[in-house]
């Protein structure tokens, strides 16, 4: 990450993260998808550790949950110093996607197989939070 990145502390922006997690989450979506995806939700954005100016960002995105036309994707952003090669867990978010159609209308996507225990527990936690989801919209929350 470099100086346009950062604040005056050396730390970089939130806003920045949050901008390559929601492009990482894209196109994890269009992958799956194998059609264009929008973004509709923003979960959980947790800021556990600053990232640091100079710091070599890898984020991983990997789809948690699809229902007919939406997918959560969860990003993990994590922070390595080049120089001592230490790494750090910084973030975590789930963001949701919606496929379009050529008429930029909701469109179906591919189910989610879970193959392995830890993959169903993902899956399961991901229904939870997308019925959560549901109700507040719902609620009108």
Wanted: charged residues 25%.
């Amino acid at each position: 990450m470099g100086p346009q990145h950062s604040n005056l502390r050396g730390y970089v922006h939130g806003g920045w993260i949050m901008k390559l997690c929601d492009e990482a989450a894209g196109l994890a979506a269009m992958r799956h998808a194998r059609r264009p995806c929008v973004t509709v939700a923003i979960d959980n954005m947790t800021f556990q550790q600053p990232v640091r100016l100079g710091d070599l960002l890898t984020l991983y995105a990997e789809l948690a949950y699809t229902g007919r036309t939406s997918m959560e994707i969860e990003v993990r952003v994590v922070a390595e110093n080049p120089v001592t090669g230490e790494q750090t867990d910084t973030n975590t978010a789930h963001f949701v996607y919606v496929a379009i159609d050529e008429n930029e209308r909701p469109a179906p996507v591919p189910p989610l197989l879970a193959e392995t225990e830890a993959e169903r527990a993902r899956m399961a936690a991901a229904a939870e939070r997308q019925a959560s989801r549901l109700k507040r919209r719902i609620e009108g929350r």
